[in-house]
């Protein structure tokens, strides 16, 4: 029987600097589209997920323009936490809008397995930037040292 996850994270075809970007855990569900711009939200996904996976806090920013989304991971002795805050419609005063505690297996894998599958999509360079695949190495390495530990 599978274990069913209680964050599931996907994100999908990106077209012309959009990607639809969905969270689910339990009964909250967070969709919306986030922008390249300012920054490439899927690389400083992988940065932050490489952070947290080598045990330093970390954050990331999706943008909606003019609404962002800020997913920020914490460790904590062995647990980890995983928040996401919200901006109002003018870019500023965030507010908690989602707050899970758990284990790295139920908090950072789903996001690592939605953004690796992500990563395999086809989709030109006008659409979206590709992580570079040295981020996404450091990244799965990481990730099987921890499962290995």
């Keep these: 029987m599978k274990k069913e996850e209680k964050i599931e994270f996907n994100l999908g075809q990106p077209i012309s600097g959009w990607v639809p970007v969905y969270f689910k855990s339990r009964d909250f569900i967070l969709e919306f589209t986030s922008s390249k711009i300012p920054e490439n939200p899927t690389d400083k996904l992988c940065e932050a997920l490489i952070l947290i996976a080598s045990g330093v806090e ?59 599958k992500w990563t395999t999509l086809e989709y030109g360079p006008s659409d979206w930037k590709k992580i570079e695949d040295s981020k996404l190495d450091k990244l799965t390495e990481l990730v099987k040292k921890r499962k290995t530990a």
Aim: hydrophobic content about 30%; glycine content about 6%; some cysteine.
């Design 58 to 116: 970390s954050e990331m920013c999706w943008t909606e323009q003019p609404i962002c989304y800020f997913f920020k991971f914490i460790q904590t002795e062995k647990t980890y936490c995983f928040t996401i805050d919200e901006t109002d419609r003018h870019g500023q005063n965030r507010t908690e809008i989602f707050r899970e505690n758990g284990g790295f297996e139920d908090l950072i894998m789903p996001i690592y397995r939605g953004l690796k």
